[in-house]
């Protein structure tokens, strides 16, 4: 009975290709899911009645249910009307459309911030709507926006762990094969964990460091 | 024609109506104060000047353009009409020199250097140079409010509204933005300021306009309503702002 | 045909979703009496008992609750012929504790130290001041983070099916597979039943709080 060192040395490198997947899925989630969640913020600030109500229905429905059903959904459900989708692809999707979901809403509270007389003197020099948005309202919304939004990044990157359900072969699926394979489930996954932890804690320095470096600009009164 | 020409407008916030038909007009080289009891609707008078707000009747015309006519593009004709708020608003995430130069680079197309040469300048006019790379939070309340005057004069434009412009300032603070005021209308700017500094008044207004309950109650030069009031409601209105603000402050 | 399918098999997945409930109150309450263990020990310990509570907890929030299922499942397993049911209870009431002693140290912190010192200085212990003073205060800063950590936890139940508990999620996919296909509906209504559910605890809560409102301690949660 090998020790956990030696069972780690071992199995390390499929969990790390397994790591891999779950970075690069990790990373296209947030690009999306950042880009979406910008603008349905946007929607909901700047939008007319029937665009508030669209992104304000989108919100609720991907805050108001489990991510393991909105994966099951996308993989499984959607096929049933003719879109049918990669295991990596599904999973993406659904992780993407539910970070977004909870990212707007950071996003609206940041831009709702900025105190509108701002966005007035920007439309008195002649400025358009859309100007003052993009040069007055973001860039001070954008950094508001980063103590809260940082959590994100990290939940984003736990629950990618979903995935393994519909077979993409990540971090947990890969833990969970060495498993079957050697019946150490314990010993498996809690390698996995110790993944995890070292990932989440990088992260989280990462994100802390960026938001020192974007406070350096002083408040507005 | 007139460079600024107001006609009749109302304007109403729910069930409270608060113009109830405010005419006049200005010439260029014109400096108009408005006076009154708060909540007479002087801000949202001079609002509804440059689109911020839009009145329910009556028109209004910058330089032969109607500003309340739907079909105007109002974004053309705001760079004309510089507006200074009372709470500055200036944008935070800028400096001194960038809250200047923006308008110019966003909204007139210009290129940022020579944008900057320009900022440059109008910041000296007003005295804060040296403040070029400050940040709105790095400032006292009165350069602050000299900046944004500062970034009204870049745009070059045809007249400035003040919507009470020193109401928001500690005391001491207030005289240097009377003076960058003064200086300017001596130049020759045209300007409506909505203020109850009589100081200001008494050196350069042709014209004091009191607006009381929705309406021009009476309008005339300082020299002749100040001293004379025709109506009590001014002369009760005028004894309350000077014991509340004292004697009228000497400026230089 | 569908519909008929749903209709006769509402009951079994109303049961789905009493399990849920069922492991949500169960994980629920251990993660709330563990998480104010954690809180205070963390806030109010020594050196090295705060250090403990932090690690617990930054371990339990750093680790997905998947891998934690499993590693309770499987690691409980080689001690103790333990049902899915209660490590799916130990695992999310673990990890729901540590999120639960964020939220309360961050209460009790809101309270701020000079009510401690007032306290004290009056001549309560630490015990009453921590019970009559602090406690009532924190209370009413940490319920509006606790509703938006409940309703993260109400979805997160559905997470067990990775360990074989046979809640809605599961009982889904069950009908899914012997009805050879309806994935989209069933799901979908599946989808349905979380969100309603999610609604009413928002909304439930949300009255609670207002409830426990007074005049500086106003509620700041923001909507859903």
């Known amino acids: 009975m090998t020790g956990f060192f030696e069972f780690a040395r071992i199995y390390l490198p499929t969990l790390v290709e397994g790591t891999i997947v779950t970075l690069e899925m990790w990373a296209w989630c947030m690009l999306g899911g950042t880009i979406l969640g910008l603008l349905l913020g946007l929607c909901r600030v700047y939008g007319n009645k029937p665009i508030f109500v669209l992104s304000s229905g989108y919100i ?33 999707i659904a992780l993407g459309m539910n970070t977004a979901a909870y990212q707007a809403e950071y996003f609206r509270g940041a831009i709702q911030s900025i105190e509108t007389g701002q966005v007035e003197a920007a439309r008195s020099l002649g400025m358009t709507q859309i100007q ?51 019946f150490r489930f314990f010993d498996a996954f809690l390698l996995a964990a110790l993944i995890y932890l070292i990932l989440t804690n990088i992260l989280a320095q990462c994100l802390h460091t960026l938001e020192k470096r974007v406070s350096v600009l002083p408040k507005s009164k | 024609m007139s460079l600024l020409r107001v006609d009749d407008v109302y304007k109403a916030y729910g069930d409270l109506l608060v113009l109830k038909g405010v005419s006049f007009q200005m010439e260029k080289g014109d400096i108009k104060v408005i006076i009154g009891p708060s909540g007479t609707g002087k801000s949202t008078l001079l609002r509804c000047l440059n689109g911020l707000t839009s009145p329910d009747k009556g028109k ?15 974004n053309k004709i705001r760079p004309d009409i510089g507006f200074v708020f009372q709470n500055f608003n200036l944008f935070a995430h800028l400096t001194a020199l960038d809250n200047v130069c923006i308008g110019l680079v966003k909204v007139k197309g210009m290129k940022k250097s020579e944008a900057r040469v320009l900022a440059m300048e109008e910041l000296r006019r007003v005295g804060l140079g040296e403040k070029a790379g400050a940040y709105p939070a790095e400032m006292s309340g009165g350069q602050q409010q000299r900046v944004s005057i500062a970034r009204a004069l870049a745009m070059n434009p045809k007249l400035i509204l003040f919507d009470e412009p020193t109401s928001a300032l500690d005391p001491e603070l207030i005289g240097e933005v009377l003076k960058v005021m003064i200086d300017l209308a001596k130049g020759g700017m045209t300007m409506l300021v909505v203020s109850h500094e009589i100081g200001f008044c008494r050196a350069v207004a042709d014209e004091i306009l009191f607006l009381d309950e929705g309406k021009i109650i009476e309008k005339g030069h300082p020299s002749d309503l100040l001293a004379n009031p025709s109506y009590q409601r001014t002369k009760e209105f005028l004894n309350k702002i000077i014991k509340l603000y004292g004697e009228e402050r000497d400026k230089a | 045909m569908i519909y008929q399918t749903l209709l006769k098999e509402f009951p079994y997945l109303l049961k789905g979703v009493l399990v849920a409930l069922e492991l949500l109150i169960a994980f629920m309450s251990l993660g709330f009496v563990i998480g104010i263990v954690l809180s205070v020990t963390e806030v ?71 009510q401690m010192e007032a306290a004290r200085a009056i001549g309560m212990s630490k015990f009453q001041a921590i019970w009559s003073i602090i406690f009532p205060q924190a209370l009413r800063f940490g319920i509006g983070p606790w509703s938006n950590e409940f309703a993260s936890e109400l979805k997160d139940t559905s997470l067990a ?27 979908g209504f599946c989808a349905i039943l979380y969100l309603i559910l999610v609604l009413s605890g928002n909304s439930i809560l949300y009255r609670i709080e207002s409830k426990l409102q007074m005049p500086g301690f106003e509620m700041r949660r923001e909507r859903g």
Not at chain 3, 44 to 67: D, H, K, Q, T
């Open chain 2, 60 to 74: 209004i015309w910058i330089d032969g353009i109607e500003v309340t006519d739907p079909k105007t593009n109002i």
């Open chain 3, 161 to 187: 099916y990775t360990i074989g508990v046979v809640e809605l999620l599961r009982r889904a996919k069950y009908i899914v597979s012997y009805t050879y296909g309806n994935a989209l509906i069933v799901y």
């Open chain 1, 60 to 92: 609720e429905l991907f805050r108001g249910t489990p991510m393991l059903a909105q994966i099951l959904f996308v993989y499984f459900g959607l096929p049933e009307i003719g879109v049918l989708l990669t295991p990596v692809v599904a999973a993406s």
């Open chain 3, 44 to 114: 109010y310990g020594n050196r090295w008992s705060s250090m403990l509570a932090v690690m617990i907890e930054r371990f339990f929030r750093g680790v997905p609750a998947v891998v934690l299922l499993f590693l309770f499942y499987y690691g409980l397993s080689d001690i103790y012929n333990v049902s899915s049911f209660t490590a799916a209870t130990l695992a999310l009431g673990f990890r729901t504790a540590a999120y639960q002693s964020q939220i309360f140290k961050g209460a009790i912190q809101a309270v701020g130290s000079g």
């Open chain 1, 132 to 182: 003052a948005i993009s040069n007055i309202v973001l860039p001070q919304a954008l950094r508001r926006v980063i103590p809260q939004w940082s959590n994100e990044p990290i939940l984003l990157l736990k629950y990618s762990s979903i995935a393994f359900v519909i077979g993409v072969p990540e971090l947990m699926a890969r833990a969970q094969m060495i498993g079957y394979s050697t």
